[in-house]
Structures are given as structure tokens and as C-alpha cells.
T-cell receptor, first 112, second 112 residues
Framework: AQSVTQLGSHVSVSEGALVLLRCNYS??????LFWYVQYPNQGLQLLLK??????LVKGINGFEAEFKKSETSFHLTKPSAHMSDAAEYFC??????????FGAGTTVTVRA | NAGVTQTPKFQVLKTGQSMTLQCAQD?????MYWYRQDPGMGLRLIYY???????DKGEVPNGYNVSRLNKREFSLRLESAAPSQTSVYFC???????????FGQGTRLTVV
């Protein structure tokens, strides 16, 4: 069975600073990995995903993530935080069984 | 584009009452999912349906039942609501596997 662990339930950054959100996965088969974002009182929307191929994946709003099989990680980064990045971020994993499992989420606050 | 539509958006139940949450998607997706979201616990999978005619338990299925009525619709039923089922419920759909899921706007359920 696959699962993900997000390290840190809350991250606070200054506007313009690096955003780094950590995600480690557990999967017995090559995983499909996703990052989603949730703004207050809304559903989830996809930021980016890794399936196969290039291990550095670029997403929307300047976010990117790197798949590292040796470290079983899929950390999300953004070089320069913007106030609009304040939201909750979820890492998720899927496999060939179509089951999609999420981490506990990381809330990002951005300080002016 | 409607995408994934959930009804109702808000609901208050008394302990022991029953109700059905409705979900419909118009994207011709095979897979559909029901999650609950609670503070600090992320999204937990209740049930999923990999294709029309199949349903499988997720992480927290106790107290819930589902019906995949047809390819478009996937309903979640609470037979005897309990305060522990107070949560925000999300329906999602997708092709499955390496393809991302698309989420509805959620149903905020309170059981008193």
C-alpha cells in the first residue's frame, strides 16, 4: 500500500523567500506523485505531478518539485514566495490500483 | 464547465439521522472518490470506485456506504450519523493512476 508523509504541518515564510515543503512517500511500486493546493473554503487543485521521465517537474504559479527515488522524496519548492501562495498544500500518491492517498497537509503563511 | 458537482453544500444532521451526499461528474472519468477532511489530518479516503460497477474501501470506511449509480454518479450514504462524522466531504473523479483527480467544492456536514 502506498502512503505519503508531509513533514511540518505549518510553514511560515517572508514574502520573497524560498518556500520548501517536504513530502516522503512509501510505495511498493513506482509511484505517481502529486502536489495539490487548497485555498480557503475551496476544493483542491493540481499544482504539478510526476509520473515517469524527467525527475524535476514544473507546475503552475512558479512551483516545482523533484522526484528522488533514492530518498523516496518529492519535495515542493518555489524560489520566491508571494502573498497569494498562502494556502494549504497536499502531497498525494497513486499507483496502478487507482487508489489516491493524501498526506496530512502543510499550511503556508506568507509574512509581508 | 461543471466538472465535479456535489450536493448539498451544507448540511446539519441530528445524531442517528441518515442522509446521502450526491456527486456527479461530466468529464467521462472512470474513477471516483470520496474523502473527508478534518483539521490536521489531511484528506482521508473513505471509498473509491475505480470503474463503473466496482467500489473499494479506503482508509476510513466505517459508518459509510457508497453506490456507483452509473459512470457519472457516485453517492455516499451515512446510515446513522454520529458527531464523529462532522467533517468536510470531498468528491473527486479522474482517469486514475498517473492522471490527476478533479475535486468538487465540498460538503460541510455537521452532526449534532
Amino acid at each position: 500500500a502506498q502512503s505519503v508523509t508531509q513533514l511540518g504541518s505549518h510553514v511560515s515564510v517572508s514574502e520573497g523567500a524560498l518556500v520548501l515543503l517536504r513530502c516522503n512517500y512509501s510505495s511498493s511500486v513506482p509511484p505517481y506523485l502529486f502536489w495539490y493546493v487548497q485555498y480557503p473554503n475551496q476544493g483542491l487543485q493540481l499544482l504539478l505531478k510526476y509520473t515517469t521521465g524527467a525527475t524535476l517537474v514544473k507546475g503552475i504559479n512558479g512551483f516545482e518539485a523533484e522526484f528522488k527515488k533514492s530518498e523516496t522524496s518529492f519535495h515542493l519548492t518555489k524560489p520566491s514566495a508571494h502573498m497569494s501562495d498562502a494556502a494549504e498544500y497536499f502531497c498525494a500518491v497513486s499507483g496502478n490500483d487507482y487508489k489516491l492517498s493524501f498526506g496530512a497537509g502543510t499550511t503556508v503563511t506568507v509574512r509581508a | 464547465n461543471a466538472g465535479v458537482t456535489q450536493t448539498p453544500k451544507f448540511q446539519v444532521l441530528k445524531t442517528g439521522q441518515s442522509m446521502t451526499l450526491q456527486c456527479a461528474q461530466d468529464m467521462n472519468h472512470n474513477s471516483m472518490y470520496w474523502y473527508r477532511q478534518d483539521p490536521g489530518m489531511g484528506l482521508r479516503l473513505i471509498y473509491y470506485s475505480a470503474s463503473e460497477g466496482t467500489t473499494d474501501k479506503g482508509e476510513v470506511p466505517n459508518g459509510y456506504n457508497v453506490s456507483r449509480l452509473n459512470k457519472r454518479e457516485f453517492s455516499l450514504r451515512l446510515e446513522s450519523a454520529a458527531p464523529s462524522q462532522t467533517s468536510v466531504y470531498f468528491c473527486a473523479s479522474g482517469v486514475g493512476g498517473e492522471t490527476e483527480a478533479f475535486f468538487g467544492q465540498g460538503t460541510r456536514l455537521t452532526v449534532v
